[in-house]
């Protein structure tokens, strides 16, 4: 089975450069050294986004696990 609605997939900006790529924040540095040393660079981000929507369209769901809504405890 292929992971439903994976066209409406997003990966903000904001998410790829000011957390997985920011070498200025001490707690998420060591993230942003992993990738860069992929070849991601700020500049080129969307690249970034992309290569972690692929996987999604790619591939077959494996395993479903029920989870409760975000919040919710």
Do not use: C
């Amino acid at each position: 089975m292929k992971l439903q609605n994976v066209g409406k997939a997003e990966v903000p900006k904001s998410k790829v450069v000011n957390y997985l790529l920011d070498l200025t924040n001490e707690n998420d540095k060591t993230k942003a050294r992993f990738f860069l040393a992929f070849g991601f660079t700020v500049d080129a981000w969307e690249v970034m986004a992309q290569a972690l929507k692929n996987p999604a369209s790619s591939h077959k769901v494996t395993k479903i696990e029920d989870r409760p809504p975000s919040g919710v405890h």
